[in-house]
């Protein structure tokens, strides 16, 4: 019995489980690769730790303002923020756009939080899959450097930022688009042609 329990939970977890495991491979390769990384991105060094200090900063105040009646991601991409996640009214989610707006450096906030329960955990699980399978595809297309579109998916709707040329913008869309189970594909991209 104890067996077959513990069968069921390896394989439940094996996603995670996996994903640690690339985490930490991508941690050990991090001292090479962050290097590279940054260098094939096209914000400056230092527009890429302003938007690290924007997420930072504006989670912060939302912890603090708002505790765990809400669940807000904070993502800054060229000091363009984009907030996801659930709120339980439309007050409360305008209340957070603004304190993100405050926030030094902000330059414009897509305020995407819908209005409802707390998502569960399967939910953001299964976000974090469609994720991982929109930037697995972005890899095998070859159409455009991966680390030009960041990917963020939340209720099964795949939001699109970064800085592209229209064409690179069309094909990451057709890409998400295209993927098994993603609902929607929203664009926040700035264009750079």
């Given at each position: 019995?104890?067996?077959?329990?513990?069968?069921?939970?390896?394989?439940?977890?094996?996603?995670?489980?996996?994903?640690?495991?690339?985490?930490?491979?991508?941690?050990?390769?991090?001292?090479?690769?962050?290097?590279?990384?940054?260098?094939?991105?096209r914000r400056t060094s230092g527009m890429f730790v302003e938007d690290e200090?924007?997420?930072?900063?504006?989670?912060?105040?939302?912890?603090?303002?708002?505790?765990?009646?809400?669940?807000?991601?904070?993502?800054?991409?060229?000091?363009?923020?984009?907030?996801?996640?659930?709120?339980?009214?439309?007050?409360?989610?305008?209340?957070?756009?603004?304190?993100?707006?405050?926030?030094?450096?902000?330059?414009?906030?897509?305020?995407?939080?819908?209005?409802?329960?707390?998502?569960?955990?399967?939910?953001?699980?299964?976000?974090?899959?469609?994720?991982?399978?929109?930037?697995?595809?972005?890899?095998?297309?070859?159409?455009?450097?991966?680390?030009?579109?960041?990917?963020?998916?939340?209720?099964?709707?795949?939001?699109?930022?970064?800085?592209?040329?229209?064409?690179?913008?069309?094909?990451?869309?057709?890409?998400?688009?295209?993927?098994?189970?993603?609902?929607?594909?929203?664009?926040?991209?700035?264009y750079l042609d």
């Amino acid at each position: 019995m104890l067996n077959r329990n513990l069968k069921w939970l390896l394989i439940l977890l094996f996603p995670f489980i996996s994903g640690c495991a690339v985490l930490v491979a991508a941690g050990v390769v991090s001292g090479v690769g962050a290097g590279a990384a940054v260098s094939q991105d096209r914000r400056t060094s230092g527009m890429f730790v302003e938007d690290e200090g924007i997420e930072f900063k504006s989670g912060r105040r939302i912890s603090e303002k708002m505790g765990g009646d809400v669940n807000v991601n904070v993502t800054s991409f060229n000091r363009n923020v984009l907030l996801t996640g659930e709120a339980p009214t439309e007050g409360l989610k305008k209340e957070i756009g603004k304190l993100v707006t405050g926030v030094e450096n902000v330059r414009k906030v897509t305020n995407e939080i819908a209005i409802g329960d707390v998502s569960s955990f399967a939910s953001r699980s299964n976000d974090a899959l469609l994720t991982s399978k929109v930037k697995a595809r972005f890899l095998d297309s070859g159409e455009f450097q991966v680390n030009h579109v960041k990917v963020v998916t939340e209720d099964a709707v795949v939001y699109l930022l970064g800085l592209v040329k229209v064409r690179e913008g069309d094909s990451a869309v057709n890409i998400a688009r295209s993927t098994s189970g993603v609902r929607k594909v929203v664009k926040v991209f700035e264009y750079l042609d």
